[in-house]
């Protein structure tokens, strides 16, 4: 109680704790510092946090309902959005930062060069691990601790040694110039993926694409009009192989890791006057490539209706491809109009996933896309009765072109051998993928021209090697 003391004793008394919690504080902090107080204490959380768990999956077993797997994504309003927003702007700083630039790269190269020792054998630049450590420890000196994760012992051990255990500097730094540049590519596509869950969806593609255009020096005189479907184009391929389930999202490590990212960064390290037509014309994302697709797609669309009926679709490729390969095609991949009935046709993406299965046959995403076409019945392999029917359209269009006679039964037999399926009556999907041959399998059921290169393949290969030797 208030015992009339004055405001400086009041005061006083109330900034001293009573002894009863002093004494209580200083039993309980020497409980947990000891051993078996600190061990006791880590038990009993372990108890409460297991009568916890064990509660909340009584209550999910009587309500008989599934566990949640979902959780909405927050909208932009929310606080939550904003600090997951903040966060990782401070995060792609962070990684921007420890980032090698051109200056660091060039100074990298240079000390590389003045520590490494010449293979009197073959002449090139190596170094040991002595050196590679040296160097790291200068370069460190130089560009700070940001190139110290380049020089670990794992790194070393990745490359060829020789018998002196020594590594070539010059794959070395090769590495260091793909990780900068994928790690650039990362923080570029990560500005991109609004929801942060570590994927992009085509328009997001579009637009890395469209900035990474000025950077190209193929590209950079690209007509502006074109640039839209150019982007189109090109992000189309990335969907082809990083998103074979359709699902309008590709993963973007599935993107960095994919070979249609090499080759488009190929443009920016090779000027159009030193590349030849004919890889030009192998490079999907040139600009040659991209418009010879579009004048490709003009041509076939006689009616100029946007969509390329069946029809207009049998004259691609010269006409080589078979009626049947044509019209499952179009049963498999392209949609039923909104009427219904067979009033399908094919617009532009889905002419692009055509070009590119038919470019990509020995790879697992083309070749699944042909797979579902051969497959007539849709039961997930291939008889004797569809290779038969398959072939008998190549078969008359090889008699057709003025060949010789041969027999359906024989080719038949040669696609069992070439697969050996482990199941001697049916070819699944994966028995072509492991045979390794079934790209050329593909092209013998559905493309006389691929069938005519297979049955003239000694001859072509003969005439390969008279050029080299020349």
Known sequence: MYNGSGDGEASASKKIPPATSMLWNRKLRR????????????LETKRTLLDMFKEKQQKNAESGSLPSFYKKKPEDGY??????????????????????NADDLDAMWVCLRQNCVI????????????????????????????????FSPSNFMKF?????????????????????????????????????DGFLQPHQMKTYISGLIPNLAQLRDMPEAFISMYCCIAAHKFFFFCDPHRRGKACIKKLLLSNALQELIELQEESEEEVTD??????????????????????????????????????????????????????????????????????????????LALKNK???????????????????FLTTADIH???????????DGGNYELCIEDVRDEIWDMVKPADPLRIPLADLLSCKQGGTVASMLIDVRGFWAHDNRENLLQEEEEPEEE
Request: charged fraction near 30%.
């Open 362 to 380: 020995d790879t697992e995403e083309g070749l699944t896309y042909l797979f579902r076409c051969l497959d007539l019945h849709g039961r997930g």
């Open 389 to 399: 029917t398959l072939f008998r359209d190549v078969h008359r269009k090889w008699i």
């Open 160 to 196: 060829e040694k020789d018998e002196s255990g020594r590594i070539a500097i010059l794959p070395f730094y090769l590495y260091v110039m793909r990780m900068v540049s994928l790690t650039q590519v990362r923080i570029d596509m990560s500005e991109l993926d609004e929801d942060s």
């Open 79 to 100: 606080i939550s959005h904003r600090v997951q927003r903040l966060e990782k702007c401070r995060f792609k700083k962070k990684q921007s930062d420890l980032l090698l």
């Open 31 to 42: 409980f947990i510092e000891c051993g078996t107080g600190r061990a006791l204490m880590e």
């Open 278 to 355: 004919t890889e030009q014309a192998e490079n999907w994302f040139s600009l040659t490539s991209a418009q010879r697709i579009c004048d490709m797609f003009l041509a076939l669309d006689k009616d100029m209706s946007g969509t390329l009926n069946k029809h207009e679709l049998r004259a691609y490729a010269d006409g080589t491809l078979t009626d049947i390969f044509i019209e499952r095609a179009f049963d498999e991949h392209i949609g039923r109009g909104k009427n219904g009935g067979n009033g399908r046709e094919m617009d532009f993406e889905n002419f692009l996933d055509f070009v």
């Open 119 to 150: 293979d009197d054998a073959t002449g090139a630049e190596k170094m040991n691990y002595e050196d590679f450590c040296h160097i790291a420890s200068e370069c460190t000196e130089q560009m700070g601790s940001k190139c110290r994760r380049f």
